[in-house]
Nanobody, 126 residues
């Protein structure tokens, strides 16, 4: 089972950029898809992005496509989320999650991903 620890969040202004990191542990990291989710205040958790085992393909929520980029470095057991052109509506706690073995990497289904980490807070001021 893959455990995750997110970092890199902070307070930024609209239009700024941030890069989130997710340090993963577990022997299966290199063979599972990885995804980012987020939860805004008063809202349900939602899918943000996912990538395949080798980080060659990515799938994004419509709300972040063309602004966010997910990537992974399997040698470092780390997943990244580069966030550009941030908007106030991107304010949320961001979570990194490991995909369950055998899922379609281009999945946005909550049930296709494993446990939640502690998350990292991203706050975008207008």
């Amino acid at each position: 089972q893959v455990q995750t620890v997110e970092s890199g969040g902070g307070l930024v202004q609209a239009g700024d950029s941030l890069r989130l990191s997710c340090a993963a542990s577990g022997r299966t990291f290199n063979v599972v898809a990885m995804g980012w989710f987020r939860q805004a205040p008063g809202k349900e958790r939602e899918f943000v992005a996912s990538t395949d085992v080798r980080g060659l393909s990515a799938y994004y929520a419509d709300s972040v496509r063309d602004r966010f980029t997910i990537s992974r470095d399997n040698a470092k057991n780390t997943v990244y989320l580069q966030m550009n052109s941030l908007k106030p509506e991107d304010t949320a706690v961001y979570y990194c999650r490991a995909g369950r073995p055998g899922i379609n990497w281009a999945s946005n289904r909550n049930a296709d991903f494993g446990s939640w980490g502690q998350g990292t807070q991203v706050t975008v001021s207008s």
